[in-house]
């Protein structure tokens, strides 16, 4: 069988960052290293946070219907 595991994103910070994946998205923290990385997730949906101070910002616009 062929899947996703998980998929990994920069963030400038890994507090906000685990808020908002809480908060909007639902996610519950699942395992946290060194204080620079964690990972968040729900059922067998995964993403693993690294905490880049200069990590480069990209901004979609998310739209309504």
């Known amino acids: 069988m062929i899947g996703l595991d998980h ?3 920069n ?3 890994l507090d906000a960052s685990t ?3 809480s908060d909007v ?3 519950l923290v699942l395992h946290r290293w060194n204080g620079v990385v964690m990972v968040v997730g729900r059922g067998n949906i ?3 946070l690294f905490e ?3 990590a480069k910002l990209w ?3 998310i739209t309504r219907y």
Do not use: D, I, L
């Open 7 to 9: 998929f990994a994103v």
């Open 11 to 13: 963030v400038r910070s």
């Open 19 to 21: 808020k908002w994946y």
């Open 25 to 27: 998205v639902g996610f």
């Open 46 to 48: 995964k993403v693993e």
């Open 52 to 54: 880049r101070k200069r």
């Open 59 to 61: 901004v979609t616009r």
